[in-house]
């Protein structure tokens, strides 16, 4: 595999996502670190020679830049027993990453990096007002998550796949945003199992 160079932020879920996985894999990962609260991902080195958009995670293979998290992990799990060999499982892994996408990051991170990172001191008028909605939609997401993992270890087949680690990277630290995680016991219990399978790396290293 050609060199691999990870161009992100820390404290992005997003990016410890794509670290999880080559952690679990034993993949060689190199890290160029990027303050987003500090604008270096908007510099025109940056749009000019990472990503025209300005957003992390990138993932670097070679000289070429793939962005986004979700492709990023299937880049590198390919082939790999985190990518389930049956059709359905495959479908079923997707599904479960859209719905971190679309259900579970945008309100659950979303609140993590408003209130445990900014804080609400520094939230605009419009951001504060868009908390309890968010909050709510978070509860929804934890919850329905909590309901599947009543009767399975992992969210899709009989081992953890990328579905697991997309969810993983933000639910573990969603106490940051302020959700009561001891209220999803099923949950809780997953969280454990993912922090004990070998390869495991905790988001801040």
């Known amino acids: 595999m050609e060199k691999l160079i990870l161009h992100e932020d820390p404290i992005s879920g997003n990016c410890y996502k794509i670290r999880l996985v080559a952690a679990h ?3 060689p990962l190199e890290r160029r670190a990027y303050d987003i609260r500090k604008g270096e991902t908007r510099t025109p080195e940056f749009l000019a020679g990472v990503s025209a ?89 934890l919850a329905l998550m909590d309901a599947h993992l009543a009767g399975h270890d992992f969210f899709v087949g009989g081992g953890p796949s990328l579905a697991d680690i997309a969810l993983y990277a933000y639910t573990h630290v969603a106490d940051e945003g302020g959700f009561a ?14 922090a004990a399978l070998p390869g495991h790396i905790p988001m801040e290293e």
């Open 53 to 141: 958009n300005g957003r992390i995670p990138v993932l670097q293979v070679g000289d070429r830049f793939l962005a986004e998290s979700g492709a990023a992990c299937w880049y590198l799990a390919e082939g790999s027993p985190l990518i389930p060999a049956d059709r359905f499982e495959r479908a079923d892994m997707l599904h479960w990453m859209f719905f971190e996408q679309y259900h579970h990051e945008p309100n659950v991170a979303t609140l993590r990096f408003w209130l445990g990172i900014i804080g609400e001191g520094g939230l605009s008028d419009a951001q504060r007002a868009a908390v309890p909605g968010r909050r709510a939609a978070g509860e929804a997401a």
């Open 181 to 194: 995680l001891e209220h999803y016991p099923h949950l809780g219990r997953w969280l454990g199992r993912m």
């Open 25 to 27: 894999l034993g993949l």
